[in-house]
């Protein structure tokens, strides 16, 4: 079993700062892209940040600056770091992942997805 477990969310006040975690654990052989995605309430998903399994990263255009995606790769985590944060920025955040797994006779690949954290901005 392959399961990604993300943690750090919370109430902050904006302009805070807050740092979310993603581990995957499992029988994993190798993880490439990982990303962090958000919902607010009544909005659609949406695609924050993105790292490739060498470090490329990228970022959608309203975090750019302020939002920091980074992975360990020894632990299997990848971290979102939020600062400057703004009310309009409260939702779940998802972590996602390509994750191929160990398997008995050879491997899988698939894509998985973290059960979301919280975060609250508050005026």
């Known amino acids: 079993q392959v399961q990604l477990v993300e943690s750090g969310g919370g109430s902050v006040q904006a302009g805070g700062s807050l740092r979310l975690s993603c581990a995957a654990s499992?029988?994993?052989?190798?993880?490439?892209?990982m990303a962090w995605y958000r919902q607010a309430p009544g909005k659609q998903r949406e695609l924050v940040a993105t790292?490739?399994?060498?470090?490329?990263?990228n970022y959608t255009d309203s975090v750019k600056g302020r939002f920091t995606i980074s992975r360990d790769n020894a632990k299997n985590t990848v971290y979102l770091q939020l600062s400057s944060l703004k009310t309009e920025e409260t939702a779940v955040y998802y972590c996602?992942?390509?994750?191929?797994?160990?398997?008995?006779?050879?491997?899988?690949?698939?894509?998985?997805w973290g059960q979301g954290t919280q975060v609250t901005v508050s005026s």
């Open positions: 790292v490739s399994s060498g470090g490329s990263t």
């Open positions: 996602n992942a390509d994750i191929v797994m160990r398997h008995l006779f050879g491997k899988r690949r698939n894509n998985f």
């Open positions: 499992g029988s994993i052989l190798s993880i490439d892209a």
